[in-house]
């Protein structure tokens, strides 16, 4: 069965302190692995789609990078509006079903 | 352009009532699913439409009914839904579920309804 974990399970930054959340996962097949960003009773945001271990994927203050048992998401100088909880997901090529972690809620405070 | 729309926002029923959610995409997906999310819990897959065709029902009660009309839209009937039935409803697409091309697997979710059942 496939098990995706996350931590921490929460993390509060000075506005501008970098850090770093995890994701493991134990997965037969890897698909992908998935980044979300979910704000408050909103509909999760995709962010990074990840493929084969070494890779690596940015945006703005975000970069994404995997190996074969875990997953980092590095976050540059953050501000308060990175605020939001952060989801990773694993896509199995046995069953094709997204399966989630229950994410690392990160408060920005300025 | 990445966007999934549902509508309402928010719902409140009654136990004994019956809706509609509905899920529109225009991004060509052939792909759509429903999932529920419970307050500080990840999202759980309901069910999975395929080229129009339901693929995956995990096990979801007969309360929930899910139809897929045609390839944009998907909505989810709610008949006679339980109190423990409140949550967050969200509908996501992909170009496909079984996908040739990585990027074909990518799901897009949509802002979700907001149900409430008294």
């Known amino acids: 069965e496939d098990q995706v974990t996350q931590s921490p399970e929460a993390l509060r930054l000075q506005e501008g302190e970098s850090s770093s959340l995890n994701c493991s996962y134990t997965v037969s097949g890897l698909r992908g692995l998935f980044w979300y960003r979910q704000d408050p009773g909103k509909g999760p945001e995709f962010l990074f789609t990840l493929y084969s271990a070494g890779e690596e994927k940015e945006k703005e203050r975000l970069k994404a990078t995997l190996t074969k048992k875990e997953s980092f998401l590095h976050i540059t100088a953050p501000k308060p509006e990175d605020s939001a909880t952060y989801l990773c997901?694993?896509?199995?090529?046995?069953?094709?079903?997204?399966?989630f972690g229950t994410g690392t809620r990160l408060t920005i405070i300025p | 352009d990445t966007e999934v729309t549902q509508t309402p926002k928010h719902l409140v029923m009654g136990m004994t009532n019956k809706k509609s959610l509905k899920c529109e995409q225009h991004?060509?997906?052939?792909?759509m699913y429903w999932y529920k999310q419970k307050a500080k819990k990840p999202p759980e897959l309901m069910f999975v439409?395929?080229?129009?065709?339901?693929?995956i029902n995990e096990s979801v009660p007969s309360r929930f009914s899910p139809e897929c009309p045609n390839s944009s839209l998907l909505n989810l009937h709610l008949h006679a839904l339980q109190p423990e039935d409140s949550a967050l409803y969200l509908c996501a697409s992909s170009y496909r579920r079984l996908g040739l091309v990585n990027r074909e697997v990518e799901q897009f979710f949509g802002p979700g309804t907001r149900l409430t059942v008294l």
């Open positions: 991004m060509g997906h052939r792909a």
């Open positions: 997901a694993v896509l199995n090529f046995g069953n094709e079903k997204l399966t």
């Open positions: 439409y395929s080229y129009e065709k339901l693929s």
